[in-house]
């Protein structure tokens, strides 16, 4: 049973036990029923007790620890959180920040990372950071309440002002006609759903919290997809059948997680773009007399690495009861390389100095070479082009690592009819770059693709084609498709909760963009 | 005309407490209960921090917002929850810090008015397929711990409510309700099983008791005494023979005692006059069918526990096993071109020299699309067979190796854990402990 039902069954359970177990229970029902009752505060009713920790969204898993800190009654603690709104409906926000309150009222400080709206009105006091990312960030551009943050004029008053926002597509895509259909599909709480995802637009999933959108998507349509294309092995949760295979080619995932473990990974590793910078200079002249190959510029390959590093740049020095430090390695000074093979230089710059080229630069200074320029180019469109090409993967966000996989994705060949489906794709995205996101997002589409997101944002779900809105409560009292069509006729729907918030966020934003206009 | 005299001091709301306090405390020269107002970060550095300075006010809902990489969790959490963390890890000995892996100090200048921080991340926190919810929220302990100490039980096989009782317990019934009546104590020893027991009567004899009772019927112990080896047969061994009696206690304690140790437990006592029996136990017991529980520990309703897991899947829900598709993945595929999963690839060792055998074999079984081998040779490849022995280990052809294809599959994934190629299924099971429907 979930929580909701399991809460219910505790109330006035002291009467239909005996006398004596009431005296061994009292103190474990009271317990119980504080655990309980955090859980529920948080907003979490649709979970049950036995459900896996690894099928929670991060997010869910996120908000148990929360209710579990609530539970401790801690004083005098500062809480720091990271975007504890994530995987939240609109309509759960308020819990939310009333959980959050709750928490400050009892005496504690508590520090939030976040961009929703909702979350930054509702502070005491706001910091915002900027202006830019990367280098070009680092200041703290405005801080006060959210009234002061307000007149600011920074970057996020404007997207709060509603001075700048993500505007709505003027001409809404037709699409031809084409669709994938999945039939009857029953996995979980999902309640025989058929639905149709119109190929070659921009499909949003939406719906609160455990309405089984998950459910739907990852564990019913993806794996699908994934064993009908590449034979994987995960089965998809029951479903009865499925239509118009034949008119995509492949499907592609793309989600928040690093693209790398190590920092020998780094943008320009895993775009493929370091491959062809190696060949480049293998091909230098003075490469040729030397006798060197692409592997030579290699830092994972034995060769033209600096050994004493093995070409990770830093020295990692144990102190037996302090923390370990690490220091540029001695012989190539975090070069990475040995002094012979950073003698090969092209246009005055060997492969240290290319790896430490921001992507703006990059691109000015591989201008003439095409197969070096599509990949790098791809990089700066999304936004990303203030990182390092040889910038460490384990430094980067999971937003950041989520653009970088698009911008590959973008920079491929494709043949335009994959299916992309993105969970949550605005997890840890400030205003500004979802607008960035969302005109990625729009040229995959412009090629024929379809791209499917399982959003919350009103912001992302406002502007694309479709949307299917699954609820319309979560657990057992969701898993139907309450209302699908465009964003408009959403709006319009009686039944469900995206339709109500959805219905507002295209008020302001027609009210926004007249403003402006 | 009585006059009300009432307190002059106003009463203390929520909103001036703070301001109460505060001035009680400088009036005292308290300064440590006035809480240092702000969090004071000076020159944070970390990442792409330009020598930030700022001032966090304490007790606050704060909200850190900025664009993707822009430096917010550089300063959220590499700065001040590495601090805050490193300090609180300072307090700690030298010894205990080296198990935690020590914290850099953040590149800051300086940071004042910190308190113990506590962060909740997003990442997931374990991949453990046994954590659940309830493990988590630690809702699962205690509930455990309610069924255990206050649930009552009910047999799985009738739905009865079980029945524990102690000695005491046992004794004051007897005479309660067999009072001046004659009574055999019995303990049970054999129940429902077939067999000749010539063995278990020579010992009953030599333990020094005189009758046993077989099948419902009292008989005396004889030298090479013995039952009909192909019937089913309940056994008692007769303690004692009295009458119950109130003054006579001592003497029903004893048989009483010493039947519940004979009978490992249980106990019978029989009315002679009635032929009725009555029985007793000191487990949870079900008096018709005579199932046994174990006490119930909270261990018993743990799923990851030994006591409670089931015993297929150890508690975990699935069971991985070995199925036709997960082996022969492509029918169309023969032998020879890898058809069977866990011989392709080369890396197995030990399949590998049966593809190169599977190439010298002459057997056209090999070179046909799996699919159109027979389907009773497969059947006769998946079930256990041994391997058939040949004149010369030469001789010795694919098809006896072949024969213990499934079970040698399983013997070799159990062995190493290892999934071969497109790997194994794995079927969704209940998962639930043995016992029975528990309700409180």
């Known amino acids: 049973m979930d929580i909701a039902q399991l809460s219910q069954w505790f109330v006035g359970l002291e009467e239909r036990l005996s006398e004596r177990q009431n005296v061994i229970g009292r103190e474990l029902l009271k317990e119980l029923r504080k655990r309980i009752g955090f859980l529920l505060e948080v907003g979490l009713e649709y979970l049950s007790l036995h459900r896996s920790v690894r099928t929670l969204s991060g997010g869910e898993s996120q908000r148990i620890r929360l209710a579990t800190q609530i539970g401790t009654q801690l004083v005098g603690v500062l809480y720091i959180m990271d975007e504890p709104s994530i995987g939240l409906h609109q309509r759960d926000n308020e819990r939310l920040i009333k959980a959050l309150q709750h928490l400050r009222d009892i005496g504690n400080s508590v520090i939030v990372v976040e961009h929703d709206k909702d979350m930054i009105m509702n502070a005491d006091h706001v910091l915002d950071i900027g202006p830019g990312a990367g280098i070009h960030g680092g200041h703290i551009v405005a801080e006060g309440s959210p009234t002061e943050i307000f007149k600011s004029g920074s970057l996020t008053s404007q997207y709060l002002s509603g001075e700048r926002h993500i505007e709505l597509r003027k001409k809404k895509r037709k699409g031809e006609g084409n669709t994938l259909t999945l039939k009857g599909a029953t996995g979980h709480n999902l309640k025989n759903v058929t639905v149709k995802f119109p190929l070659g637009k921009l499909v949003a999933v939406t719906g609160v919290s455990g309405s089984g959108k998950s459910s739907l998507i990852h564990d019913t349509l993806y794996p699908i997809l994934n064993q009908h294309f590449f034979n994987a092995k995960r089965d998809p949760l029951p479903y009865a059948g499925i239509e118009g295979l034949e008119l995509i080619d492949k499907v592609i995932e793309v989600d928040q997680s690093p693209i790398g473990r190590t920092p020998r990974s780094n943008p320009a590793t895993y775009t493929g773009v370091f491959t062809e910078i190696r060949s480049l200079f293998a091909s230098l002249p003075e490469a040729k007399i030397r006798g060197y190959g692409p592997g030579r510029f290699s830092f994972n390959v034995k060769g033209g690495r600096c050994e004493t590093c093995e070409g990770a740049g830093l020295r990692t020095i144990e102190m037996n009861f302090l923390p370990d430090v690490h220091v540029p390695c001695e012989t190539c000074k975090g070069r990475r390389y040995n002094r012979e093979t950073l003698e090969v230089r092209f246009k005055g710059k060997s492969i240290t100095d290319v790896l430490d080229l921001t992507v703006e630069k990059a691109v000015e200074y591989f201008e003439n070479q095409p197969r070096i320029i599509r990949k790098i180019q791809v990089l700066n469109e999304v936004g990303l082009g203030y990182l390092t090409l040889g910038q460490q993967a384990t430094t980067l966000s999971g937003g950041e690592a989520q653009r970088v996989k698009l911008a590959t994705e973008l920079g491929k060949k494709d043949t335009g009819k994959t299916f992309y489906i993105l969970d949550e794709p605005t997890t840890g995205l400030h205003f500004e770059d979802i607008r960035h996101l969302s005109d990625v997002l729009q040229k995959l589409v412009d090629k024929g693709n379809t791209v499917l997101i399982i959003e919350h944002n009103l912001d992302l779900i406002k502007v694309a084609d479709h949307v299917i809105d699954l609820g319309p409560e979560g657990g057992g009292g969701g898993g139907t498709v309450v209302a699908q069509g465009t964003p408009e006729q959403v709006a319009k729907a009686s039944k469900g909760y995206t339709g109500k918030f959805l219905a507002e966020e295209l008020k302001v934003s027609k009210y926004a963009e007249e403003k402006v206009s | ?440």
């Open chain 2, 1 to 440: 005309m009585a006059k009300k005299i009432s307190a002059s001091v106003a009463p203390v709301t929520p909103e001036i407490a703070p301001q109460l306090a505060a001035t009680v405390a400088a009036a005292n020269g308290h300064a440590a209960d006035v809480e240092a107002p702000f969090i004071e970060v000076y020159g944070a550095r970390e990442h792409n921090l330009k020598n930030v300075s700022v001032q966090i006010p304490r007790g606050k809902l704060v909200v850190f917002t900025g664009i993707s990489g822009s430096g917010k969790s550089s300063l959220a959490f590499d700065t001040i929850y590495a601090e805050g963390q490193r300090r609180y890890m300072e307090t700690f000995s030298a010894y205990a810090r080296s198990f935690m892996g020590g914290l850099e100090r953040p590149d800051v200048d300086k940071i004042e008015g910190l308190s113990p921080v506590i962060s909740i991340e997003q990442k997931t926190t374990s991949r453990n397929p046994r954590s659940t919810v309830g493990t988590i929220t630690e809702i699962y302990d205690f509930l455990r711990l309610l069924y255990a100490r206050t649930a009552e039980a009910f047999s799985y096989a009738t739905g009865a409510k079980m029945i524990r009782q102690s000695d005491e317990q046992i004794i004051n019934y007897i005479l309660k309700h067999f009072n001046e009546k004659k009574l055999v104590v019995l303990a049970p020893v054999v129940k429902g099983r077939k067999g000749h027991y010539r063995e278990l009567f020579q010992q009953i004899a030599k333990l020094g008791f005189a009758k046993v009772r077989v099948d419902g019927e009292l008989l005396d112990l004889t030298p090479k005494m013995q039952v009909d080896r192909y019937k089913i047969h309940d056994i008692e061994i007769v303690i004692d023979r009295l009458v119950v009696k109130t003054e006579d206690r001592f003497r029903l304690s004893g048989s009483v005692q010493n039947a519940l140790t004979h009978g490992k437990g249980t106990m019978l006592v029989l009315d002679p006059d009635t032929k009725k029996t009555q029985f007793f136990s000191r487990f949870l017991m079900d008096p018709t069918t005579g199932i046994a529980y174990d006490d119930p520990a909270p261990n018993t309703f743990s799923f990851n526990s030994p006591y409670g897991a089931c015993p297929t899947c150890n508690g975990l829900g699935e069971v991985q096993q070995i199925t036709e598709d997960s082996v022969l993945p492509d029918k169309k595929l023969s032998i020879s071109r890898g058809g069977i999963a866990p011989w392709a690839s080369t890396a197995t060792s030990g399949f590998s020299s049966s593809s190169s055998l599977s190439s010298k074999s002459r057997s056209s079984a090999f070179l046909r699309p799996s699919k159109s081998c027979p389907k009773t040779w497969w059947n006769a490849c998946s079930t256990a067979c041994p391997r058939t022995k040949t004149r010369t280990p030469k001789r010795q052809t694919i098809r006896s190796r072949l024969k213990a294809l499934f079970p040698s599959c399983a013997a070799r994934w159990s062995l190493t854990r290892k999934t071969f190629a497109p790997g194994f299924r794995s079927t969704p099971r209940l998962r639930s402990a043995p016992s029975a429907v528990v309700t409180a």
